[in-house]
């Protein structure tokens, strides 16, 4: 099975930028398709975004359209979530997921916090 660590969380102001990064171990990469999710306090977990095994499909939320962009590297074993234009409705944990089915999202990461002041 796959393991999974998310960095790069942390405090942005509002309009700011933060790159997430998924770093997987244990199993292949390429053969997981990957997602972000977030949860903010007292609120479901809620999908961001997703990527197939070769990247070659990417989907997101609306509410992150044209803000926030996914990316992964097979090679090294990492996906990635470029936040954009962040807004304080951005606040939340953010977690990677993988899923060895089409959104069958069976492995997480431990989270990272996201906090975005106004």
């Known amino acids: 099975q796959v393991q999974l660590v998310e960095s790069g969380g942390g405090l942005v102001q509002a309009g700011g930028s933060l790159r997430l990064s998924c770093a997987a171990s244990g199993d292949t990469f390429g053969s997981y398709h990957m997602g972000w999710f977030r949860q903010a306090p007292g609120k479901e977990r809620l999908f961001v975004g997703g990527?197939?095994?070769?990247?070659?499909?990417?989907s997101y939320a609306d509410s992150v359209k044209g803000r926030f962009t996914i990316s992964r590297d097979n090679a090294k074993n990492t996906m990635y979530l470029q936040m954009n234009s962040l807004k304080p409705e951005d606040t939340a944990t953010y977690y990677c997921?993988?899923?060895?089915?089409?959104?069958?999202?069976?492995?997480w990461g431990q989270g990272t916090q996201v906090t975005v002041s106004s």
């Open positions: 990527a197939s095994r070769n990247g070659g499909s990417i």
């Open positions: 997921a993988a899923a060895r089915a089409t959104f069958q999202y069976e492995y």
